[in-house]
Every structure is written in structure tokens, then in C-alpha cells.
């Protein structure tokens, strides 16, 4: 049965490159088995890398879609370790998986399997918005696959516990010649002895049995860079599982999470804040402190000021990042009525309102347009 890559991926037959890395990263992440435990996970993420691997290259993607096969870029001598995707963002495709499904074995095409990088670790991470305003230097602890320190990451109690692999010569490959649909082909598939090692353990490592990989409690040190956004994702590169004997560590991918604040509100890089005034200020005018993430600064208040009106604070705000300058501080004024006045007070606002010929009623140019509403 053919199957529909657009379908896998979810997107239209004319869909451009980008677009379809988009999608495999999307997919991929959401189905990589190390983060999804369902049943048919890998699978799927098998399905989804054989996919992307014709849909990326233009000469298998236009064989697709003429024939709706992909059948030709099997062909013997076509070097497929040298056919990197790791534009992808998950490094380069498990072609042997791929070829396991459509050959029966493991094709290699002269790729020593060896021992396996170590999977990408993900953590949230939650700051303040001090921090992220500001930059700063958090640890965090995690637990994850480290190499053993008692035997290196090689998993043999000694050096001498460690002999050649006698089925592949200490290779890791062993070539074998088998009968497939498209003919005789000679494969080299990873040594079922060793598993690619090229190498046997006689005696195992006593603090890992055999492993080279122990599970501990990190502690790491992070640098959180001033004008980091909520959801942002750092990357530490080689901090994630430590690989199989002496393979490169996975990645750790910190998710970053900004706790609300009690004062002020981020948009972008920018900062909202609501000041009260008095009414006295509002009138007359004034200077007032306004509360920063740096510190508190000098605002001037105009006279006849009204109630809710924002004033912008230049370089107030949150740092631009990988930028110089810095977003605005947003700071909208309340004017405060006074709720319990004296008898002097009162008198007086009474007088100020007798000259003004002000009434104890709604403006009049309001309910004009209250007027206009119902009319």
C-alpha cells in the first residue's frame, strides 16, 4: 500500500520546504519516544522520519510524486550517511530503522551504529520577573544518565576486561548477501554479537553492571540572559543523558517560566503599571515616584490632569534581547476622589463649585451624548 508522506505530515502537496520542516518538528517532538510513552509512538515517529527523509530531498520528492514511490533513491551506491538533516532540528534521521521495515535487516550502507548518543532532556524553569528583567545565575537540580566514574563509560571493570569482538574483528559491522524484491544486494548490518561495539565485556563494572551509565542528582548552573520572554527555551548543549560508552550527552532544553508579578503587567518589552495620585495633583501638577524594576524614578504629572491617562517612561522597561535599548515603562494614573472630607474642605470645594456654576450632576455634554444613544 503507498503511502501518502503529505498525509503523515499534514500538509499540502504543494507545501514548501520550510513548511515541511516545520511540520516534521512539530510531529517529532510530539511523537519522539522519548517524550511520548504511548504504544504506538514509535512507530509513528518511524513513519514520520520516512516521510520527511522523500519529502526533503527534491530529486526523491519529485520520484514520489510522479510514480508515488520513493523506490529509486534505494538504489545500491546511494550514500545515505552522508545525507544530513540536521536543519531539522532532531539531528540526523534513523535511516537504519527505515530500512529494517523495507529490507528485513539492517542497512547500514557502511554506518558503524556504534554506541548511541544520549537523549535531549527537557526542564520548566520558573523566575521572577526581576530575573528576567535583569538577567541572573540560577542553579537548578535534575536528576539524569551520567557517565560512570568508575570505569570511564566503557562498562568493564578494567581495561583488561575488555577483548575484540571475534564474529566482526572488532568492526561493529559483519556483510552478509541476501534475495530482496529489487534483487541481490550485498548489506553490511550492525554484528549481532557486539551490537557495534566492535568490542566485548568479559568482566562488567560493578558500580553500573555492564552499562558505563549511572543515574545521579545534577546540579547546574544556569545563566539566564536580561530580557528572556515567558515560554522562551534555552539550550545547554551536552547537559542532557550521557551516551552509551563514550558517546557525545544529549542536550538539556530549559523551558523558561515568568511568575506574574504583583505590580506590573509585561507586554513584549514593555511594562504596565497603575499609580494612584492625589486629586490635588492631578489640578495643580507635580512630580511623583513611580516604582521601576530598577529602581524608583521621578514622573511629572501636568496640571488638569484626568484620571486614567498613560504616560510613557523611555528605557523603563525590559531590556531588548541580543539588542541594545531597552522597552517602555506604561504608567497610567488614578486620580484619587477623597472619601471623608472636613467641614472646611467641604465649604470650600462647595464655593469653588459655586463659581464655576457646577452642579452635583453629570456633565452636559454627556448626556448629550446619552441623548444622541436613544434618539
Do not use: W
Amino acid at each position: 500500500m503507498v503511502k501518502d508522506y503529505y498525509k503523515i505530515l499534514g500538509v499540502e502537496r504543494g507545501a514548501s520546504k520550510d513548511e515541511i520542516k516545520k511540520a516534521y518538528k512539530k510531529l517529532a517532538k510530539k511523537y519522539h519516544p522519548d517524550l511520548n510513552k504511548g504504544e504506538d509512538a514509535a512507530e509513528k515517529f518511524k513513519e514520520i522520519n520516512e516521510a520527511a527523509s522523500v519529502l526533503a530531498d527534491d530529486k526523491k520528492r519529485a520520484h514520489y510524486d510522479q510514480f508515488g514511490t520513493a523506490e529509486s533513491s534505494f538504489a545500491p551506491g546511494f550514500d545515505f550517511s552522508k545525507f544530513d538533516f540536521s536543519d531539522f532540528g532532531f539531528g540526523r534521521f534513523d535511516f537504519d530503522s527505515i530500512f529494517d521495515d523495507l529490507f528485513g535487516g539492517g542497512f547500514s550502507f557502511g554506518r558503524r551504529r556504534g554506541p548511541a548518543r544520549g537523549t535531549d532532556l527537557m526542564y520548566d524553569m520558573e523566575i521572577t520577573l526581576n530575573e528576567a528583567a535583569n538577567g541572573a545565575k540560577k542553579k537548578i537540580s535534575i536528576p539524569r544518565i551520567e557517565e560512570c566514574t568508575r570505569c570511564n563509560g566503557t562498562g568493564a571493570a578494567s581495561k583488561s576486561d575488555m577483548q575484540v569482538c571475534e564474529r566482526c574483528n572488532g568492526r561493529g559491522m559483519e556483510t552478509s548477501t541476501r534475495r530482496t524484491a529489487f534483487g541481490i544486494f550485498q548489506t553490511t548490518t550492525v554484528c549481532r554479537q557486539c551490537g557495534g561495539h566492535g568490542k566485548i565485556i568479559t568482566k562488567p563494572c560493578t558500580e553500573c553492571r555492564g552499562d558505563g551509565r549511572v543515574r545521579k542528582q545534577a546540579t547546574i548552573e544556569v545563566d539566564i540572559p536580561a530580557g528572556i520572554e515567558h515560554g522562551a527555551s534555552l539550550r545547554l548543549a551536552g547537559q542532557g543523558q550521557a551516551g552509551e560508552k563514550g558517546a557525545p550527552a544529549g542536550n538539556l532544553y530549559l523551558v523558561v517560566n515568568i511568575k506574574p508579578h504583583s505590580v506590573f503587567e509585561r507586554v513584549s518589552d514593555d511594562l504596565y503599571i497603575e499609580v494612584p495620585i492625589s486629586f490635588t495633583t492631578a489640578v495643580f501638577g507635580g512630580e511623583i515616584e513611580v516604582p521601576t524594576l530598577h529602581g524608583k524614578a521621578k514622573l511629572k504629572i501636568p496640571k488638569g490632569t484626568q484620571s486614567h491617562t498613560i504616560f510613557r517612561m523611555k528605557g523603563k522597561g525590559i531590556p531588548h534581547l541580543q539588542v541594545m535599548g531597552s522597552g517602555s515603562q506604561m504608567v497610567k494614573v488614578v486620580v484619587q476622589t477623597p472619601e471623608k472630607l472636613t467641614r472646611k474642605q467641604q465649604q470650600l470645594l462647595k464655593e469653588y463649585a459655586d463659581a464655576s456654576g457646577e452642579e452635583a450632576r453629570p456633565d452636559k455634554s454627556f448626556l448629550r451624548k446619552l441623548k444622541d444613544v436613544f434618539e
